[in-house]
């Protein structure tokens, strides 16, 4: 949750800037990032791309193999830009005095931190918590609010000032961020001068940094940097994962049309789901190309940044100088993935990576010359000339065997010939899709009769086939001639028995997709009636709680009545006061029994239908009692009143008094006296 706070008071304080300040964050190449919508954090989805992860390659190693995040990625789904100078400069064992002239705050001499309290309360964000009951929009609102107070509005040497804080803020907190709580200033030397801040390559930083981000334990679980980047480039090429969620379509940037789906999961039940999901994904739903539909309105920066695309090249950010190995996932042009040189981590040179603990000054750009310039030329152009996979995947699998395939991700050791093994049934399956794609091929020479409902037909190739069987019967001339059609006989045979192959995995491919539907349905009919059930219960769960508050209304008369009956401590009353002292605990009892009932269908949902059912049941006896007991109270007054009418004659009269009528059992008679 720390990266989504972060994100939440940058976003405040750049609300709070006034107009002519966002206009220069515009113009530096960061208003894009303040476009996009807060996004779900998925730390389940960063710790499995991270556990795929190669250091020395700077790539993730999947099944089907490497893949790298691109400079393309960082412009199409952040809008960041990814040309211009080389983000390098000096760096300092100290930023005590660059940080009071610069920022007039100050800064920890042993570690150049900023604190990020004091960073914050400099832009007004006083009190950054969260209200009890306050919606994201409207503590949103609440900061900006607050953080308009205190920066300047009008252009001059403060607005300068509230300017590099809140760029230090953004860059230390939200596009650089660390998992300690301070924000550093090593990027302070670039924010001198404010009208060059746009000038660098900032995107590609960015890059530099999430290479960095991905290099760090396994067992970190906090999110680092501008997390919607990786979890967005996920969704785009891995789409079958089911991570994200499509919400606003033709946005751009890329990541404002994305959201973050709920799981409820707990962390680590996550995370072994996507593993598994990852080790059994199918490989042909990889999208290595998801841009291909994907035009340049409404993104300018895709100009300036087109030519850095598709190019091998070293990425800087100050002391962070790491190379973009693209020529790993030719497949990701469109090129077919030649056999490669895989980086050790001994065959590049890297320049330094820690920035902390340096005691020296450093130049960058004399420290890592061969590498600026390369950025400079743009690197190199990847090229393919293979074509197939087939010999790069067998290597591949040679080399990380242990490390992508399923189940020996969990081993701690795998022998060579485990490797081997694997490497040969990677390379028959693949070998598979060879035939199918050259079937394909040889379909689209000999014009093949194909119909996509009836999966494949070949009777031109087997017509073409008898074709050659008749004419290798008869005589020749040349001997040339007959290899050629025994040549052209065994090509049409393989091919023939690779379509029929693939018609049966077509075939077989197309019942799962059956049976996966009928599944579906299924559970489509089972939520609708759970549904169902589920409204029932509600309803009576209603009726119950509408009755128990009826007999409370009811338990609290009789409380009244009786407390009137204790003042008046009547004894001709004395009888109609044990009457009401047994049905008031009756009602009390019946009371009891019914909030019972309400709280127990409130607790569990799985039991409505015994629940609806007890309901249905109380329902009834409460009826039943309550009808018997107005019934009851009406034939006692009755009863009470001939008494007196009688006992009235009896004294004019003479006549005898009649004996008490009989009490019924239940009715409260064996309480105790006054």
């Avoid at 964050?25 to 998925?42: A, H, K, N, Q, S």
């Avoid at 918590?129 to 040497?157: I, M, Q, T």
């Avoid at 895989?342 to 590498?371: K, M, N, Y």
């Avoid at 508050?549 to 401590?569: D, K, P």
Wanted: with cysteine; charged share 30%; hydrophobic share 35%.
């Amino acid at each position: 949750m720390r990266a989504r706070v972060s994100w939440t008071l940058v976003l405040a304080a750049f609300l709070a800037l006034p107009p002519f300040q966002r206009d220069r964050i515009e113009e530096m190449g960061f208003g894009e990032i303040f476009r996009i919508e807060r996004m779900r954090v998925d730390p389940a989805l960063t710790q499995a791309l991270r556990s795929r992860w190669d250091t020395e390659a700077n790539a993730f190693v999947f099944p089907w193999g490497h893949m790298i995040p691109s400079l393309e990625n960082v412009s199409r789904i952040t809008g960041l830009s990814v040309y211009g100078r080389a983000v390098s400069s000096y760096t300092y064992p100290c930023y005590h005095d660059l940080a009071e002239r610069l920022l007039d705050l100050p800064v920890e001499r042993r570690s150049s931190l900023v604190p990020r309290i004091a960073l914050q309360e400099s832009l007004g964000l006083f009190e950054a918590g969260k209200n009890a009951g306050e919606s994201e929009d409207e503590y949103l609102e609440r900061l900006a609010r607050v953080s308009r107070r205190e920066l300047a509005s009008e252009p001059g040497p403060q607005t300068n000032l509230d300017l590099r804080r809140f760029l230090v803020l953004f860059l230390g907190r939200l596009l650089f961020a660390t998992r300690g709580d301070a924000v550093h200033c090593r990027f302070l030397p670039l924010l001198a001068d404010l009208g060059e801040v746009g000038g660098y390559a900032w995107g590609a930083a960015f890059l530099t940094h999430q290479f960095d981000c991905l290099s760090a334990s396994d067992r970190q679980t906090s999110t680092s940097g501008f997390y919607p980047f990786l979890q967005v480039w996920a969704y785009l090429h891995l789409p079958t994962l089911g991570r994200g969620e499509l919400t606003r379509p033709g946005l751009v940037p890329i990541a404002r049309r994305w959201g973050g789906r709920r799981d409820t999961r707990h962390l680590a039940d996550q995370l072994e789901r996507l593993q598994e999901a990852i080790d059994s994904y199918p490989y042909l739903d990889v999208v290595w190309q998801p841009y291909l539909g994907e035009g340049d309105e409404g993104q300018p920066w895709l100009v300036q940044a087109r030519p850095y695309f598709g190019r091998s090249v070293w990425l800087h950010a100050l002391n962070l100088v790491l190379p973009l190995n693209l020529f790993l996932t030719q497949r990701s042009l469109g090129f077919r993935q030649s056999v490669v040189e895989f980086p050790v981590r001994d065959q590049f040179r890297r320049p330094g990576r820690s920035l902390r603990g340096l005691h020296d000054t450093i130049d960058w750009h004399e420290r890592a010359r061969e590498q600026i310039e390369n950025w400079e030329r743009k690197g190199k152009s990847v090229k393919s000339t293979a074509t197939t996979d087939d010999a790069y995947l067998r290597a591949y699998a040679l080399k990380y065997g242990g490390k992508v395939y399923k189940s020996a991700r969990h081993q701690v050791d795998v022998a060579g010939e485990v490797a081997s093994l694997r490497a040969l049934l990677l390379s028959a399956t693949h070998d598979r899709e060879a035939a199918r794609r050259e079937t394909e091929e040889l379909t689209s020479v000999l014009n093949p009769c194909f119909d996509l409902k009836t999966n494949v037909c070949f009777c031109v190739q087997r017509r073409e086939l008898e074709i050659v069987r008749r004419g290798a019967g008869g005589a020749s001339t040349s001997r040339g001639g007959e290899s050629d059609r025994a040549s052209l006989q065994a090509h049409l045979t393989t091919a023939i028995s690779r379509a029929e192959e693939a018609e049966r995995h077509l075939e077989d491919r197309e019942r799962d997709l059956q049976f996966t539907n009928e599944h579906a349905m299924d559970l489509q009919a089972q939520r609708d009636q759970y549904q169902g059930e589920l409204q029932t219960t509600r309803g009576d769960r209603d009726q119950l709680r509408i009755r128990a508050e009826a007999a409370e209304a009811r338990v609290a008369a009789m409380t009244t009545e009786l407390a009137a009956l204790r003042v008046q401590r009547s004894p001709v009353d004395r009888e109609e006061l044990e009457r009401l002292r047994a049905e008031l605990r009756l009602q009390e009892s019946l009371a009891q029994r019914l909030q019972q009932i309400v709280t127990d269908i409130g607790r569990s949902r799985s039991r409505s239908r015994s629940a609806a059912s007890a309901s249905r049941a109380t329902g009834g006896i409460v009826g039943q009692y309550l009808a018997s007991s107005s019934s009851r109270r009406r034939n006692e007054a009755e009863e009470r009143r001939r008494q007196d009418e009688g006992g009235a004659q009896g004294e004019g009269g003479g006549g005898a008094m009649l004996p008490p009528p009989d009490r019924q059992e239940g009715s409260g008679e064996c309480g105790g006296g006054e």
